[in-house]
């Protein structure tokens, strides 16, 4: 099966959300960084050769995914779109770059740091580095840069995707959307905000 949704928000857009609403809607997966965790001794290699430029792994990867969201998957957004020219594009976002900063200080960047100074593992050799890197961040993580690259990923993704082809969503806007665009009914129960500031640490602390 070919991907029907690709995600190209950055961390901390709602994509865990996102995720969950899109396998619902669906009735198929969605990778997202989550999976990865799960899936690192089959899937690490395979990342690995992806983000070395061997991006025809994307497939071995995501064979059997109806959608792809989060790093590491929307690193590589243009390749997806290009690979899968009926997929949505799904651009998640914050209201704000300083709004998505405040959250992404909060967790992934404070665990990318950790990284960096050798207090957390990496899920394996390289693997933070070289996404970091490809996504187009700074190694010291400030906010200035930080920010500064969120509103050009932004614009990047808008100039980049057709119009017919791109979503652009908040989690705030809910499923109907989402629905529209897959032409799926709306469901009666209203979408659980997951993987809150809150929810993320409290996952680190459990870890």
């Known amino acids: 099966m070919g991907l029907r949704v690709v995600g190209a928000g950055l961390p901390r ?4 959300s996102l995720k969950r609403m899109l396998e619902q809607l669906l009735a198929a997966p969605c990778y997202h960084m989550i999976d990865l965790h799960q ?3 089959e899937d690490g290699p395979r990342w690995a050769r992806a983000l070395n430029g061997e991006t025809e792994t994307l497939d071995e990867i995501l064979a059997g995914f109806a ?13 997806l779109t290009d690979r899968h020219p009926d997929a949505l594009v799904i651009l998640s ?3 704000s770059s300083e709004e998505w900063w405040a959250s ?3 967790t992934v960047w404070s665990v990318q740091r950790q990284i960096m100074a050798g207090d957390a593992p990496e899920l394996f050799d390289g693997f933070h580095q070289r996404m970091r890197e490809l996504a187009g961040f700074s190694h010291d993580l400030a906010e200035e840069a930080a920010r500064r690259r969120y509103d050009t990923h932004f614009a990047d993704v808008v100039a980049h995707v057709p119009d017919e082809r791109l979503l652009i969503w908040h989690p705030a806007d809910g499923w109907e959307p989402l629905c529209e ?12 905000h997951a993987n809150t500031t809150d ?4 996952r680190q602390i459990d870890s």
């Open 13 to 16: 857009t709602g994509t865990t």
């Open 181 to 192: 665009r897959l032409d799926v009914p709306v469901p009666d129960a209203k979408p659980a």
């Open 39 to 41: 899936r690192v001794e």
């Open 104 to 106: 992404a200080d909060a």
């Open 67 to 79: 959608a792809a969201v989060d790093w590491p998957a929307s690193v590589f957004w243009r390749e």
């Open 93 to 95: 976002h914050r209201s």
């Open 199 to 202: 929810d993320f640490k409290n």
